[in-house]
């Protein structure tokens, strides 16, 4: 088993997202420790380890909730310092939660075009382009092969899968950069888990790197290329998964094999 510490090297072209030697602490709690970890295009990473190893602490900070205590984040090689979630948002960085926020009143359509609305100014008067809006929807829908029943469904009616789906297609389609995924399938059934992984897929093969925090090691296997392990807050193994078990993966998290530098 090869284990490479701190990721492969690639140096054929820029990473889109570094995260450098980050450190974080809540109170008595090490939260992270010298966190460091790069993202290509097309790059999926699992990001895996046991409770309070420290993932959600780490896409947290990439997304802006809150600032780390040392260490640094680039994205395409700028260095970047979100006081947001929405800040990080509109420079390209998306975070889809388990129960990720969405207008449920509002429709598939009108979700897929929110702040972008198509109108027209007549007279003063704004129409809003509803047809164009769920033609729009309906083809990007279809090009990433997610199927609902209508775009001009409230999206509240819809299943957490085909929120998420949505959510990610919308991403995708105004030009997100990079998308965090903190547990996409732990409130989803089996099949529809598995439409998940498909789309997580197809669109890391479209060239959205992404960040996959799941415990469902078999369903990380299915999708991710590479793979960091975080436990007590440091990366205790990195590398490529053609070089590692399922089984290795696991006792990596649990600590069963130690890896030093
Ligand atoms: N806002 C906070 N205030 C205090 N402690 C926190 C806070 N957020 C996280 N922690 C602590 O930091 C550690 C890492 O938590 P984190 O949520 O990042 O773990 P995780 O790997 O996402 O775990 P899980 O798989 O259970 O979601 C835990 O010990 C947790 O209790
Ligand atoms: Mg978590």
Redo the contacts with the bound molecule.
Sequence with gaps: MIILINGASQSNNQPILTVKNISKR??N?Q?LKDVSLEIYKGDVIGLL??????????IKIIAGNFPADEGEVFLEGKKVNFNSPSEARAAGIETVYQNSPVCINATVYENFYIGRELVNNFLGIKLVRNKEMQNGTMEVLKNLEISLPSVKAEIGLLSGGQRQAIILGRFFHWGGKIALLDEPFAALGVAESRKGLKLIRDISQKGLPIIL?T?NIEYAFQVMNKFVI?RH?EVVGAGEKKDVSVEDIVSLITGAIEIKE
């Design positions: 809540f109170g709690v939260a380890g046991d409770n309070g190893a420290g993932k959600s602490t780490l925090i415990h975080l807050g």
